[in-house]
């Protein structure tokens, strides 16, 4: 939504959860998981307000009880334009996050956050990492562009209890990646208005690809070998959940190709297989 009087903008975005009905342990060398999204969210709101004073960003996550004001000035001049991964040529863009050199980029916001927070290294571990994970998105998304950057108000809710296993990391991070692209998006929109355009805040696939891999990075940050069902099929806690139909095998050819394309006309991505199948079989 646009504040037209001060041209400011404020947005929302909200991701569910997820738990990983198994797999949870060989997904992380690459094998098959399978999970499903809950019907629990995170949600976070972040607002453009203009200060008479040193322009700053405000944080409040409850759900780690952290509350912090960073100064935005710093941050811009200290983290803004990251650096291309070794081997790779060009400029940064927003657009790849895979491309970023993580490692380099994570020890920048390391070294700021220490230089502007002495008592960084007492906080709780969620709570460094909530910090960490702010300031490598938002200085990875804005930081390749020329767009001003505002003073702003962060504040994230979550209906997930954190460490028991229901993704509450991964939401966090999609609504992070989601929020401050989405941010992007209006401020670089010539003559637009959010309040009567609601089409504009739907996500592209190509978007919704774009916020899983920072969403990834952020995992990255905060498990180290994150399970990486963050934005891979058949689950996504930016895009659907996952469906599975057992058809019996007397079932026409006809009716099962009738079927899938129907499912495909209407944008799902269809996936056959059968018992006796790569890792389809019946257990007693």
Not at 42 to 55: A, C, L, Q
Not at 214 to 221: T, V
Not at 232 to 257: F, K, N
């Amino acid at each position: 939504m646009l504040n037209g009087i001060d041209n400011l903008y404020t947005v929302s975005v909200s991701a569910p959860g997820k738990v990983i009905l198994h797999g949870e342990h060989s997904v992380v060398y690459g094998k098959t998981a399978v999970a499903v999204s809950l019907g629990l969210r995170s949600s976070i709101v972040i607002k453009e307000v203009n200060y008479h004073v040193e322009p700053t960003i405000r944080i409040h996550l409850p759900c780690v009880g952290l509350e912090e004001t960073l100064p935005l000035e710093p941050t811009v001049k200290s983290l803004f334009h990251p650096k291309l991964a070794p081997g790779i040529t060009g400029k940064f863009s927003w657009r790849l996050p895979d491309k970023i050199d993580h490692d380099s980029h994570l020890r920048r916001v390391d070294e700021f956050l220490h230089l502007i927070k002495p008592n960084f290294d007492a906080l709780q571990n969620n709570q460094k990492n909530s910090l960490r994970s702010f300031l490598y998105v938002f200085s990875g998304i804005f930081g390749s562009t020329n767009l001003p950057v505002k003073s702003m108000e962060i504040s994230l809710g979550s209906e997930l209890t954190i460490g028991a296993g229901t993704g509450s990391s991964a939401s966090f991070a999609v609504c992070l990646a989601g929020a401050l692209i989405q941010l992007l998006k209006l401020k670089s929109s010539t003559g637009f208005d959010a309040f009567y355009d609601q089409t504009s805040e739907d996500f592209s696939m190509n978007e919704r690809e774009i916020i899983s891999e920072w969403a990834y990075n952020c995992e990255r940050i905060m498990h180290g070998s994150p399970s990486g069902t963050v934005g891979h099929e058949p689950l996504s806690a930016v895009g659907p959940g996952y469906a599975m139909v057992l058809i019996p095998p007397s079932t026409p050819r006809s009716v099962v190709d009738s079927l899938c394309g129907q499912l495909l006309e209407n944008g799902f991505r269809v996936k056959e297989t059968r018992l006796g199948g790569p890792g389809v079989s019946i257990e007693m």
